[in-house]
């Protein structure tokens, strides 16, 4: 097992910046890969950005809506992701979750795919 406990959500204004956390704990070593999803009111769940663990920075994967604007890593323990998030948004509202999965596909921006989840923490962009 896997677990998962994010921090660093917060209330920040349009064009404001916030750095969530991801700390993982349990069995790491089966990691695959570890993203950032969020989910708005009445809202799906959709992706944000992944890292795999694999190499020294590992892989990064984007939706086209932050594309640019935010930034994943994780440190070289590999046992916490980060998600910078700058020039926010007001749309960016949401609850923000991290996940982790133990294998590959090729469609990873699907949370249905995803094998463990946080608790969440919310981000309000105020305008």
């Known amino acids: 097992q896997v677990q998962l406990a994010e921090s660093g959500g917060g209330l920040v204004q349009a064009g404001g910046s916030l750095r969530l956390s991801c700390a993982a704990s349990?069995?790491?070593?089966?990691?695959?890969?570890m993203g950032w999803f969020r989910q708005a009111p009445g809202q799906e769940r959709e992706f944000v950005a992944r890292i795999t663990w694999s190499g020294s920075a590992g892989n990064k994967y984007y939706a086209d809506s932050v594309q640019g604007r935010f930034s994943i890593s994780r440190d070289n323990a590999k046992t916490t992701v980060y998600l910078q998030m700058n020039s926010l948004k007001t749309e960016d509202t949401a609850v923000y979750y991290c996940a982790a999965v133990r294998n590959y596909y090729r469609d990873l921006w699907r949370p249905a795919l995803y094998d463990y989840w946080g608790q969440g923490t919310q981000v309000t962009v105020s305008s």
């Open positions: 349990g069995r790491t070593l089966s990691i695959y890969s």
